[in-house]
């Protein structure tokens, strides 16, 4: 998972599956390190791409409904000055800059939001590649 702010906001994606706001990220494809991983999420689902490396933040771990299956994501924090075009995909429908207390239409998930809110917090965080 990726929260790259530009200013004062944070960069939501709007996933057509779950039909809700959250912060860019996938998974881990074979050879990459969840850096990368997180680096090719953010430019695949927004079209964004950071001033510099990506600053680990931490892991989170949650559990997904209705299912209730266990998930564990890596968190990357990190800057953008060049706001670049958004093209829409299958995936994400729509990006948002975001300063965490306006209303954003639909429904945004509230992980995520916690989640950003922690990085907006720590800019002074870990930075090491975890493996």
Request: net charge negative.
């Amino acid at each position: 998972m990726v929260a790259i702010w530009h200013a004062d906001r944070v960069l939501m994606v709007f996933d057509r599956f779950r039909q809700a706001w959250e912060l860019p990220g996938g998974r881990i494809e074979e050879g990459e390190s969840s850096r990368q991983a997180a680096a090719r999420e953010l430019l695949e689902e927004s079209g964004q791409v950071p001033d510099g490396p990506l600053r680990f933040i931490g892991y989170a771990g949650f559990v997904l409904a209705p299912d209730q299956r266990a998930e564990n994501a890596a968190l990357f924090a990190g800057r953008t000055t060049d706001v670049r075009d958004f093209q829409a995909t299958e995936e994400i429908a729509a990006i948002r800059w975001w300063d965490l207390r306006e209303v954003l239409p639909g429904r945004v998930q509230s992980l995520d939001t916690y989640l950003a809110r922690l990085t907006r917090a720590s800019d002074s965080g870990p930075s090491h590649d975890p493996r």
